[in-house]
Structures are given as C-alpha cells and as structure tokens.
C-alpha cells in the first residue's frame, strides 16, 4: 500500500505529541481521514456532531493542557463552522491547530462545489495560514504551523486540496527551476527564557516597595504561579484581585484575595481599583479598562509575556517582559516585608461581608429555585479537584461568585470571546485529557441548547461529562443588558413550552433528571456526580433573579429605573426578587 501524504501530516502530529483530533468528517477530507485510519494507534479521532463543537474541544484542550489542540473539518462549510471556536482560542491565547479540507488543485478558482478558500477566510483568526500545494511541504509545514501556535499562543491553520491529501508522500511533482531543496524541519519547540532583565526588576521592586496602599490583578497568565503570587501578596501585604479566566490563580478562600472585576466581579475588589496606589498586574491583559483605576492616581506595574500586550490596557510606569512565575521568583528577593498590614486587613473585613452577602443569596426556601442555590449545592458536592467548564452569561456571574477554588480546582470558560455554547464541548475534551478527574460544565438553557448533540458525543465515546444547566428559558444576561441601558427587554425570553433536556440525556442513553423543587437539587446533583457515565441535571431557576455588579453606580440605577418606566413586562416579579435579595443580605 503507497504512503501518502495525509500519512506523512498525521506521523507529524503525532511526533509532536497530539494524540487526539476532534472533528468530522467529509468528502474534502477524505485522505486525511485515511491517514488517521492507516496510523488510528497513534492520533484517536474523535468523531463529533458539529465542527463548531470541535474547534471549541481543540481550544478547552488546549486550556487545561498546555498542549497544541487540534481540530479537523472538511472543505467549505465544514472549514466555515470552526471559526467562532478558533476565535475563542485566539482571543484567549491557546495553541490550536486546524487542519481542513479544500477542492482538488486542478479546479481550484473555477466556482466548483463548496469552494471556499479557506486560507483567505481565516487570515484574521490564524497566526500561521497555509494551503498545501506540494506534497513535499508536508511534513515542514505542520512544524511551523505547530511551532508558531506554540510561539504565538493562537490559531495555525493548514488546508489540504483532495489531490494533495492522497498523492505519494513526499512527491515533487515539479521540476526545480531556482536552486531550492524542500526544507528538512524537526518536531521541536524551544521555549523562550522567562526570566525578566535585572534592571527591570529592580525598578518594579523599588515602585512596589514604595506602595503605601498595593493591590494585584491576576489573570490566566499566572495560573502556574500560585505559590508566588501568594508570596508576594504576603510580603506587599497586598489584596489579591481576580481575573474571571485567571480565578483558579489563587484559592477563592484565601486571606489574600477579593475576588473578581467588573460586572461579574465583587464589591470590595472595585473598592480596592478606587484606592489603590500602586497596581501590580500579572500575568494579564483584562480589557475591561472601565474598571481600572485612573492612571493619574495609580502607578502601575506590569508582568506580561507577550510585549505587545505590554501597557496595552492602561498607562504602565513600569513594563516587565517576563513569564509570572519567573518575574515573580525574581521579584521576591528585593521586596521589602511590611510591618503595617492595615490595608490588607480592611479588604479581609470587606470580603468577610461579602461571602456573608453571598452565603445568604444561597437560599434553600426560595421559589422559584435560586440560581445561587443550585451552584451552591453543586460547590459543595464537587471533588476538591474538579474541573468545571462555563458557558458565558448569567451563569458565568453565579460561577464566578459561588464556585470555590480550593484544592486542585480549575475553571474555564470563553474569556475574551465570551461566547456561548463551549461549556460542554470544553468538558469532553478535558474528561478526554484528565480521565480521572471530574469534570463538570455549568451552562445556561441557551448555550446548551445550541452544541446540545455533543451530550452524544459524551455517551458514544463513554465519557463520564456531568451537565448542570441553569434553565431560566430566556438569554438571560441580554435581559439585563437591555435593562442596564435603560430599555425594557425584548425578545430575550423562549415561549412556553420550557425544554426538559433531562429527557434528551436520557434519550441519548446517559443520565437525566429534572428539577422544578429546590428540595430536589441536592439530590438530584449528588446522583448525577455518582452516576458512572455523562450525567445531566436540568433545573428550572428563577428567570427574574438579576446578576447585579457588586457595586451598582447612580447611572445603572437609573437606567433600571428608565427600563421600568418605559413598561418593562416582568417588573412585578423583578422587584419583588430584588426585594427578596436585600432581605436576605441583611439577614432575614
């Protein structure tokens, strides 16, 4: 049987280590698809049910991995449905790969069936873009698309025409007419030196040793740099702010933190942005810049890896190019300890009342079921190394306030992107990447019911998934957007009747149980962590419960009010579950 040049792409990967491809097949991939065949002991594919499913798969793998994750769609409109999955790995800055299809060179500019260039499509998503013309390229071509994700921290893309895929492997076909030889490349990375320059870190040291009132942002960037973080936190005697993709940094329990920003964040961390004076960010680049102190009162340090992204958000007096763990180990030694930790100890008292105000929205006795409620229950259940995936919306706000990190605890969601529909696909690839840890994905009605055929794909490949869906049967974060900007909503809430996707789970052959009680939740989660295979719990929450910011400004407030001047429809049952809100925070 002649060696093909599909063969030649699929013995790279593997030599780069990829041991597994998410995506589907079709007749513009056909070659490739026998190349997994001819080496399937090597490179598992992993068939889905849509290619947007699967570049979100390759992104969560990379996420929780480390390590390239690669994706594989056919030509056209198979190529078209990964872009908003490989958008969400550019955005957040994760190795992937994607390999598609494309029609046969010799037809190639004809207007042929489904000829999509793809190469052109993903110009803006990919760091590295290239169609094969030349079985000769292959295997260099997948290096350097491999080494530039890895480099860049994003998106490589390599489109395969159907004549290519199946030719011999390593065929030229065509004479050399200039003096080139194909280039002889090898499956090796080499990763740049973190440590930052001396003089850089003594300059940082010497602003944040002069910080009378110090506090950090961290982002995803220093989620392998707990220990330092928490190290220099101690010795600046500074509170710990968290960004939403960088929440796993630091425990959620720990004395030094005050939790999240922006709208999602908590009161005293925008508190702490108001006052501080010097502003220590590591390992981020949190767009949200509305919530960053003013730069004429602050002074700001930055570590950041990429220089580009260097001051990119706010004014920075002093920009370190350095990975947050190794900045950090050699920021250590020059810091000065501080002796008065009053500052620290105003923002613990402040978080103090803060997990009591959110403690007390964890309410059993409220009907309709509270949403805090249900992640809550699902907090405490959870292994103390569970991994949980987020889709964005209201959910993204009661996992960010209700799911602790502890332990060897994770979370992801679509950071930047923000958006909906990667919870379940990032908890299969990472089931597939930890088989023995828990993984758990948090979504909304919404975003589920848009990948919901992956809960399939979970069952036929035996990966024990548990879905938890916070079913409000409305877009429930645009609702409040709308309100926020003073509109009364519109065409944000389902028409009866409400999906029971408990009974799709069940008719894909795993678990599912539906919960309209909330002296059925407890139970109904416990069963389904118990349950040795994909597990769904879908429960129906108050649809009326707002997520408010943790400090509501005068221009919000108002706007609320506009919204229900101007006739918005469900304004009885809103304030009657703010009422209840206040009640409970104050202790009743």
Not at 345 to 354: I, L
Request: a negative charge.
């Amino acid at each position: 049987m002649a060696r093909i040049a599909s063969e030649s792409l699929i013995e790279r990967l593997a030599a780069w280590g990829v041991d597994t491809v998410f995506g589907l097949p079709g007749d513009g991939i056909n070659g490739i698809m026998e190349g997994l065949r001819r080496h399937r002991d090597r490179v598992r594919f992993v068939l889905v049910h849509h290619e947007e499913a699967a570049a979100f798969m390759a992104t969560g793998y990379a996420k929780a991995t480390g390590r390239i994750g690669v994706c594989l769609a056919t030509s056209g409109p198979g190529g078209i449905h990964l872009l908003n999955g490989l958008y969400d790995a550019k955005l957040d800055h994760v190795p992937v790969l994607a390999i598609t299809g494309m029609q046969e060179t010799s037809v190639l500019g004809t207007g042929y069936q489904q000829e999509v260039h793809l190469d052109k499509l993903f110009a803006d998503v990919a760091e590295y873009n290239m169609m094969v013309t030349n079985p000769a390229q292959l295997p260099s071509l997948v290096d350097l698309a491999i080494r530039t994700s890895y480099a860049r921290r994003g998106v490589s893309h390599l489109t395969l025409p159907n004549d290519i895929q199946v030719a011999e492997a390593g065929a030229d076909p065509y004479k050399s007419v200039a003096p080139v030889r194909a280039p002889q490349t090898a499956p090796v990375y080499l990763q740049p030196s973190g440590t930052p320059r001396q003089e850089d870190v003594e300059w940082a040291a010497e602003v944040l040793n002069r910080a009378e009132r110090p506090a950090m942002l961290v982002g995803q960037g220093a989620l392998h740099a707990r220990e330092e973080v928490l190290a220099v936190a101690q010795a600046l005697g500074a509170p710990v702010v968290k960004t939403l993709p960088g929440k796993a940094v630091i425990p959620d329990d720990s004395p030094y933190t005050t939790g999240g920003l922006g709208l999602l964040g908590t009161r005293p961390s925008e508190e702490l942005m108001d006052e501080a004076d010097v502003l220590f960010m590591v390992g981020t680049n949190f767009p949200y810049s509305k919530f960053l102190p003013e730069v004429r009162d602050t002074r700001v340090v930055q570590f950041e890896a990429d220089p580009t992204r260097a001051g990119a958000r706010i004014a920075t007096d002093v920009p370190v190019v350095c990975d947050a763990k190794e900045g950090l180990r050699a920021l250590l030694p020059l810091l000065h300890p501080r002796e008065d930790n009053s500052h620290l100890t105003k923002y613990q008292k402040m978080m103090a009342k803060w997990r009591s105000d959110m403690e007390s929205l964890e309410n059993p006795d409220r009907d309709p079921i509270a949403p805090q409620y249900v992640m809550s229950i699902l907090d405490d259940l959870a292994t103390d190394d569970a991994i949980m995936t987020c889709d964005s919306g209201t959910i993204a706000t009661w996992a960010a306030r209700h799911w602790t990190i502890r332990g060897g605890r994770e979370f992801y969601l679509s950071g930047t992107l923000a958006t909906m529909a990667p919870g379940l696909p990032y908890a299969i690839a990472m089931q597939h990447a930890f088989p023995g840890r828990q993984v758990i994905a948090y979504v909304g009605d919404g975003g589920f019911s848009m990948l919901m055929a992956e809960f399939l794909t979970a069952v036929q490949h035996r990966l024990p998934v548990k879905v938890v869906i916070n079913n409000n049967n409305s877009l429930g974060q645009i609702l409040w957007e709308q309100m926020v900007l003073g509109y009364p909503e519109h065409g944000v809430r389902y028409p009866q009747p409400e999906a029971d996707f408990s009974a799709w789970a069940r008719s894909c052959g795993g678990f599912g149980a539906k919960v309209t009680k909330s002296e059925d939740v407890a139970h109904a989660i416990g069963q389904a962590l118990a349950h040795d295979g994909p597990a769904l719990v879908d429960v129906d929450v108050n649809p009326n419960e707002p997520p408010m910011p943790g400090k509501v400004s005068y221009d919000q407030a108002k706007s609320f009010a506009q919204a229900f001047l101007k006739g918005q429809p469900h304004k009885a049952a809103i304030a009657t579950t703010l009422f209840k809100d206040r009640i409970q925070k104050l202790g009743d």
